[in-house]
């Protein structure tokens, strides 16, 4: 029923700029809430930014300042801005999607039924 597609990966140098974006397809019930999700080698999934239908975001400490999370609504395509990147933030990211959430979001990668096929990211020092 839905399908997360994203893109912009690539590699940079440190201090550089990458923009993901992540076409959904599917109802906007099913894709109330999506988040970027990143995973490196040995670590597990985490929570990079989430947002919702109804303007909310929230961010990973780690990347608070630096990356901006946008939901369009009348296009489908959830963005991830990542300004000031550095190794650290060297990782495999996801798009998620899932339908609206108790508390209207979640980091919790369980919590949300829809994944991307993953879009790889480097930042080389």
């Known amino acids: 029923q839905v399908q997360l597609v994203e893109s912009g990966g690539g590699s940079v140098q440190a201090g550089g700029s990458l923009r993901l974006s992540c076409a959904a397809a599917?109802?906007?019930?099913?894709?109330?809430?999506m988040g970027w999700f990143r995973q490196a080698p040995g670590k597990e999934r985490e929570g990079v930014a989430v947002?919702?239908?109804?303007?909310?975001?929230n961010y990973a400490d780690s990347v608070k300042g630096r990356f901006t999370i946008t939901l369009d609504n009348a296009k489908n395509i959830l963005y991830l801005q990542m300004n000031n990147l550095g190794p650290e933030d060297t990782a495999m990211y996801y798009c998620?999607?899932?339908?609206?959430?108790?508390?209207?979001?979640?980091?919790?990668?369980?919590?949300?039924?829809?994944w991307g096929q993953g879009t790889q990211v480097t930042v080389s020092s």
């Open positions: 599917g109802s906007a019930y099913s894709t109330y809430c």
């Open positions: 947002a919702n239908r109804g303007g909310r975001t």
């Open positions: 998620a999607a899932a339908a609206p959430l108790y508390g209207g979001y979640s980091f919790r990668p369980a919590d949300f039924s829809y």
